[in-house]
Nanobody, 115 residues
């Protein structure tokens, strides 16, 4: 089992930046993929960015060039650096981990982009 706890959400003005963190604990050695998803009111949850242990990163088209996903060397933290934020980035952001056929989700952190 893997436990995930997000932090760093909040209110930011359009054009601003925000950094999210996700702390992982438990059977970390089983994880080979970590990602950030988001869900806005009335919308389905969508993938924002993901990274494999091999270092391959993927991004949703809507965030390419603005968001960056990274992990620390021990894979017990995953980060999402967000810049040039837009009102449409407003959502609850969830940390996600997958390994040994088992998905794990964090509880989510709210990001609101508004003036």
């Amino acid at each position: 089992q893997v436990q995930l706890v997000e932090s760093g959400g909040g209110l930011v003005q359009p054009g601003g930046s925000l950094n999210l963190s996700c702390a992982a604990s438990g059977r970390l050695f089983t994880i080979y993929y970590m990602a950030w998803h988001r869900q806005a009111p009335g919308n389905e949850r969508e993938l924002v960015a993901g990274v494999t242990r091999g270092g391959t990163k993927t991004y949703a088209d809507s965030v390419k060039g603005r968001f960056t996903i990274s992990t620390d060397n021990t894979w017990n933290k995953v980060y999402l650096q967000m810049s040039s934020l837009k009102p449409e980035d407003t959502a609850v952001y969830y940390c996600y981990a997958f390994g040994n056929g088992v998905p794990s989700w964090g509880q989510g952190t709210q990001v609101t982009v508004s003036s």
